[in-house]
């Protein structure tokens, strides 16, 4: 049975960083994409960032472009994501996905494996 459990989420004044990190386990993601979508309240899912297979292409979305960084483990079959300068508009739950595919996407829909979220908090 394929997991995704993410791991480093919690409350952070704004300027802060934060690092979360999603272990995979059940089958290796060495040869797909990752990504990280976020979800606030009231909200719909949106897109954070995504990482190509090899970790050669990364994607951002443009409100965190610059202040976030994606990357990851392949022999730990682990993704990351490195938040820095947060603000009170990125509070939101954090899920990390995988994909069957090699490229990245900006689409939920292109991935097939999710975590159970971690709750990121940034007060003002």
């Known amino acids: 049975q394929v997991q995704l459990v993410e791991s480093g989420g919690g409350l952070v004044q704004a300027g802060g960083s934060l690092r979360l990190s999603c272990a995979a386990s059940?089958?290796?993601?060495?040869?797909?994409?990752r990504g990280w979508f976020r979800q606030a309240p009231g909200k719909e899912r949106e897109f954070v960032a995504a990482?190509?297979?090899?970790?050669?292409?990364?994607y951002y979305a443009d409100s965190v472009k610059g202040r976030f960084t994606i990357s990851r483990d392949n022999a730990k079959n682990t993704v990351y994501l490195q938040m820095n300068s947060l603000k009170p508009e990125d509070t939101a739950v954090y899920y990390c996905?995988?994909?069957?595919?090699?490229?990245?996407?900006?689409?939920?829909?292109?991935?097939?494996?999710w975590g159970q979220g971690t709750q990121v908090t940034v007060s003002s």
């Open positions: 996905a995988a994909s069957n595919s090699r490229t990245g996407s900006y689409h939920y829909t292109s991935y097939d494996y």
């Open positions: 059940g089958r290796t993601f060495s040869s797909y994409a």
């Open positions: 990482i190509n297979w090899s970790g050669g292409s990364t």
